[in-house]
């Protein structure tokens, strides 16, 4: 464990999410309880007296793992020499706005910062992306940090597994900790696909394939699937407002999991740039894939079985990203 504090960004440092997420990274459920930490903020000029009252309630918190606090509208001073970047700001869809002007829009700031990656970052940086479309700003920032290797750039499904889990748990009656090895494939949106064909559930003591403890296929195969695809929306509908909280937690698990590696036995979900050599994904897309992580390494969990039903909703998750990626491509020459 370094003594040397540990340097990490968030962006979109004054919004809902980091919030909640600040709190738990410095005072050490993430990178540990002995790595001293300091924390990066970033976000736009006219947030600057927001985030200033963030850093205020960061100071008060009084913790002995954070080191130093920056807050900062200027990707030179947020990107400098960064261990890990949580890139959660992005530009959110207004009412009118059409959906290639949103994409232009988040193409123009991911572009931006993985610039900045590349300039002013360590070269070992791990990067997660958060801002929506998650996918596709993960794949523009990767492809403008060119001396940063692709793998340690992935994006955020962990929430949408985390839902899987649970909805799968409540269901058996067991904590969502007895619940294993759900899968999130895709796009972090409603054509994502939530698998639990590898799926096992802890029941009493043994392992039980998950289709045999919920013995409800027609639910497995069809109100399970669209809840979790749909779950982000059922939030705003209930609370006015997008999920934070547990978007957060699931930040925290990603990133803790890359850091100090998933449990033995079990992979997690997690958006990656696929090079075209698993699932028959296409290569050059960021897709949710299920992952072993060891070593700060992630590996593709090879090998697993795929059904025809499986298999047509992994392609049209995959058919979404590849014509989002084509038109953000089209936006980054320009
Ligand atoms: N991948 C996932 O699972 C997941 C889950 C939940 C939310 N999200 C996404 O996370 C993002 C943030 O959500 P939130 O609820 O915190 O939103 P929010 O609107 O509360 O906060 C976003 C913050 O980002 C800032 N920002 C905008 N552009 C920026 C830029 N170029 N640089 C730095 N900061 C910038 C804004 O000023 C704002 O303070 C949204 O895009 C949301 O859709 C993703
Ligand atoms: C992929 O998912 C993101 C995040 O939900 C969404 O904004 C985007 O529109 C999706 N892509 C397509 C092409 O639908
Ligand atoms: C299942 O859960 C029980 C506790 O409820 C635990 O003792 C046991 O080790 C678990 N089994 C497996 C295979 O994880
Ligand atoms: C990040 O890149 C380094 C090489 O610079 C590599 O050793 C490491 O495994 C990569 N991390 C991930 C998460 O793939």
């Not at 003594?3 to 993430?30: E, F, H, N, P």
């Not at 790595?35 to 000029?45: E, F």
């Not at 937690?249 to 999991?257: G, Q, S, T, V």
């Not at 590849?322 to 491509?329: I, P, Q, S």
């Amino acid at each position: 464990m370094s003594t040397l504090a540990l340097r990490v960004l968030v962006t979109g440092a004054a919004g809902q999410i980091a919030y909640s997420l600040l709190y738990s990274i410095a005072k050490g459920d993430v990178f540990g309880k002995d790595q001293p930490i300091a924390l990066l903020l970033l976000d736009i000029t006219p947030m600057m007296p927001v985030l200033e009252g963030v850093v205020m309630e960061m100071q008060d918190c009084a913790l002995p793992l954070l080191k130093e606090i920056i807050a900062t509208d200027k990707e030179e001073v947020a990107f400098k020499d960064l261990d890990v970047a949580i890139l959660v700001g992005s530009m959110p869809r207004r009412d009118g706005m059409e959906r290639k002007d949103l994409l232009k829009a988040n193409v123009a700031i991911f572009k931006s910062q993985g610039a900045a990656l590349d300039k002013y970052a360590k070269k070992t940086v791990k990067v997660l992306v958060v801002g929506n479309p998650a996918n596709t700003n993960c794949l523009i920032a990767a492809k403008s940090a060119p001396s940063i290797p692709k793998q340690n750039f992935s994006c955020l499904t962990r929430l949408d597994h985390n839902r899987a889990r649970s909805q799968v748990a409540m269901k058996c009656g067991v904590p969502a900790t007895q619940v294993k090895n759900v899968i999130i494939w895709g796009n972090h949106s409603s054509t994502q696909y939530p698998d639990v064909h590898h799926c096992v559930v802890n029941m009493s003591g043994s392992e039980v394939p998950c289709f045999d403890a919920v013995k409800d296929d027609a639910w497995l195969k069809g109100d399970f699937i669209t809840t979790v695809q749909q779950r982000g929306a059922a939030v705003i509908k209930a609370r006015k407002l997008s999920s934070a909280m547990s978007a957060a937690k699931a930040i925290c698990d990603h990133m803790r999991e890359l850091w100090s590696g998933t449990p033995q036995g079990e992979f997690t979900s997690m958006g990656i740039y696929s090079t075209g050599n698993s699932y028959g994904v296409p290569d050059d897309l960021v897709y949710s894939f299920p992952v072993h992580i060891k070593d700060k390494t992630w590996n593709i969990v090879d090998g697993l079985a795929i059904n025809d039903f499986s298999r047509a909703k992994m392609e049209a998750t995959a058919k979404e990203l590849m014509e989002e990626r084509d038109t953000a491509v089209e936006f980054l020459g320009v």
